[in-house]
């Protein structure tokens, strides 16, 4: 997916923010912006990844349409999303 340049700051967020909106990691983030899950702008000047937030929310309306899913299928989505956490038991330490 193309990066796209930015105009006006208005309607970006940066990593942080971006982030703790959709209550992932910056990581988790940067990663996804990486690998086209997220479409990520850059700051004209200083080349920062900027996110809009319009693209945040239609992201966060499709998660939370799929959670409205049976449970199987819900966790089976999530898990194909990349950022869903296993479905298996912890290892005991030790």
């Known amino acids: 997916m193309p990066i796209g340049r930015v105009d006006s700051f208005q309607d970006y967020l940066r990593v942080g923010e971006a982030a703790a909106l959709l209550g992932v990691s910056p990581g988790t983030l940067r990663n996804w912006g990486r690998t086209g899950k997220v479409r990520e702008h850059r700051h004209p000047v200083n080349g920062y990844r900027l996110f809009l937030r319009e693209d945040l929310e239609a992201l966060l309306a499709a998660v939370r349409a799929e959670t ?9 989505l999530k898990a194909s999303n990349g950022g869903a956490r296993s479905t298996e038991s912890p290892r005991k330490a030790g």
């Not at 899913?69 to 089976?76: D, I, K, R």
């Open 68 to 76: 409205d899913l049976e449970p199987a299928q819900a966790s089976h």
